[in-house]
């Protein structure tokens, strides 16, 4: 299965939160395929900006890789998509971890449940 971290799960999971104790054996398993959106680096990067986030981007990102992860870019479609995708959520980020996860296909694990109305592909966790 191809999962699709949201910018908390991806900072959990590296940081062995146990809020994502329940999820790890699928994390970790060969036969999943676990990506997180450079969409999150960004919002991560913003959020280091403006002080409400301590992490040095770059090490975060270097690690994800390490573990496994797999980066996924954002391409046109998923800007593209955008303008289809009904206003259930009002965060960018959120709004394009949902179209990048749909337009993929992949399973986006997520913490908030707005973000989970937004179909089947959703994961809320």
Do not use: C
Request: no cysteine; hydrophobic share 50%.
């Amino acid at each position: 299965m191809r999962l699709l971290l949201d910018t908390h799960i991806i900072i959990w999971a590296l940081g062995a939160d146990p809020r994502v104790k329940h999820i790890a054996e699928r994390l970790t398993d060969p036969d999943n395929e676990v990506y997180f959106s450079v969409a999150s680096l960004w919002e991560m990067a913003i959020k280091v900006g403006t002080g409400k986030l301590e992490v040095d981007v770059a090490e975060f990102r270097a690690e994800a890789l390490a573990t496994g992860f797999m980066e996924l870019p954002v391409l046109g479609r998923h800007i593209e998509a955008l303008a289809g995708l009904p206003n259930h959520h009002r965060d960018p980020f959120d709004r394009l971890l949902v179209v990048q996860a749909a337009s993929e296909p992949m399973r986006l694990i997520t913490v908030d449940a707005t973000v989970a109305m937004y179909g089947n592909h959703i994961e809320l966790i």
